[in-house]
């Protein structure tokens, strides 16, 4: 692996991709540090600690939520706009013409993602700040107003980060932001179980079943990621001048998890906003009920949870591939699946095996997702927000990047990091 990386610094395009990407994320965890003025970060953290869903979020934004930061929202806008445009995209014409005239219909949706962003980011900002007014040093509609728009610069600064990332340095930009907020957030975590260790809240044998079940985790991710139906495609012979095309057997491969770590961020992102919303009104009947039947980790909000991942697995599965549109391809030029003729029946044949594959994926995800739940109960470790939905962000991302330095260094003909 050294070796490897020794190796990528040593051509220029990746030294410099690298170098770009390491310096971005940097100016991400230095920004994590950086306090919004006039507000108490020690009363904020307090809230945060209060439930499990805002310490999820402080893993993703890097502790950043924690400290009431400029970057205190991290990247979610940004999320929740993407799921917001890709929804109206089927709905709205107009969207969906866009997407179908290529690179110049997608920057005019990315351009309208970036405003919804804001938008949504200055909203979320002002829910924020009036539901923890008590860690405001000076409350008022002016200071409201200013600490969300400090906040919601901070998160278009991010956005405007991330695509940097994807275009000039290595990986997807947003994807490494989260990844990099979770994995600076381990050292933290490792302290804070070496003080429950020595101070007899948990014993030796509940690490070590921890261990267990992030090897396994880790194990089962990289196994779905890298898992895929090949649905064989011939290409039949075509003459052109005096040259020969086609007459070879090749396969259309179909991931078990086409759509990686997204379905589990967009349900998190939308189960956040009604935690928001309660959070303002602590104390009242409303907020006990959503409490007591609703909270996070009780049996309805955990089936809600696994249910809309499952959903947005099939939805984001379906946008990133669409079986008509392979099947169109497959037959523009001169390809056909053994046994089925091009066209509409071959649409219905990936369509079909989409489906059952897509499944598999969407249930292991809702498993990861729901993992803490039960690993709290198997190994009695409180506050474990380390759990496989962050595995399985880090592991994913972590494999993807890997996988696009690996296709620079094959240009070059050097040896990449996947054997």
């Known amino acids: 692996m050294?070796?490897?990386?020794?190796?990528?610094?040593?051509?220029?395009?990746l030294r410099t991709k690298l170098l770009y990407t390491l310096g971005m994320i940097f100016i991400f965890r230095l920004g994590a540090h950086i306090p919004v003025p006039g507000v108490n970060p020690e009363r904020f953290a307090d809230l945060v600690n209060s439930g499990v869903i805002f310490g999820f979020f402080d893993i993703i934004s890097g502790g950043a939520l924690k400290n009431f930061s400029v970057f205190a929202m991290g990247i979610m806008p940004y999320i929740n706009a993407s799921i917001i445009l890709q929804l109206l995209t089927v709905v709205i014409p107009h969207l969906e013409r866009l997407k179908k005239e290529g690179e110049e219909g997608r920057k005019k949706i990315t351009q309208y993602t970036r405003y919804l962003t804001v938008i949504l980011a200055y909203i979320q900002g002002i829910g924020m700040v009036v539901?923890?007014?008590?860690?405001?040093?000076?409350?008022g509609p002016l200071a409201y107003a200013m600490t969300a728009l400090t906040i919601t610069a901070g998160t278009t600064f991010l956005m405007w980060m991330g695509e940097q990332i994807t275009e000039r340095g290595i990986g997807n930009g947003i994807s490494l932001l989260i990844f990099a907020g979770i994995v600076s957030r381990v050292p933290q975590g490792a302290a804070r179980?070496?003080?429950?260790?020595?101070?007899?809240?948990?014993?030796?044998?509940s690490l070590i079943l921890l261990a267990v079940i992030a090897a396994l985790v880790i194990a089962g991710v990289v196994a779905v990621q890298e898992g895929q139906r090949r649905i064989p495609v011939r290409y039949a012979k075509r003459v052109v001048g005096r040259r020969v095309y086609g007459g070879q057997t090749t396969h259309l491969p179909l991931k078990v998890n086409q759509a990686g770590v997204m379905p589990i961020i967009f349900a998190s992102s939308l189960l956040m906003f009604p935690e928001t919303i309660i959070k303002m009104f602590q104390g009242s009947a409303v907020a006990n009920f959503y409490g007591t039947y609703l909270g996070w980790g009780t049996?309805?909000?955990?089936?809600?949870?696994?249910?809309?991942?499952?959903?947005f697995t099939y939805f984001y599965t379906a946008?990133?591939?669409?079986?008509?549109?392979?099947?169109?391809?497959?037959?523009?030029?001169?390809?056909?699946i053994p046994g089925l003729r091009p066209g509409r029946p071959t649409a219905e044949y990936i369509s079909r095996i989409m489906s059952r594959v897509t499944l598999s994926g969407a249930l292991f995800l809702a498993l990861i997702a729901i993992l803490p739940n039960f690993v709290l109960l198997a190994t009695k470790i409180p506050n474990v927000y380390f759990g496989g939905t962050s595995l399985l962000i880090v592991v994913g991302v972590a494999l993807d990047t890997m996988k696009q330095v690996e296709s620079h260094l094959l240009?070059?003909?050097?040896?990449?990091?996947?054997?």
């Open 2 to 13: 050294l070796g490897s990386f020794k190796t990528a610094f040593k051509v220029s395009e």
């Open 131 to 139: 539901g923890v007014s008590g860690s405001l040093q000076n409350p």
């Open 193 to 205: 179980l070496g003080e429950y260790l020595n101070a007899g809240t948990i014993n030796i044998i």
């Open 299 to 311: 049996a309805v909000h955990t089936i809600i949870y696994a249910l809309l991942i499952i959903g």
């Open 319 to 336: 946008v990133v591939m669409n079986p008509n549109d392979v099947a169109d391809n497959i037959k523009k030029y001169g390809g056909f």
């Open 411 to 419: 240009m070059r003909s050097y040896q990449g990091f996947i054997k």
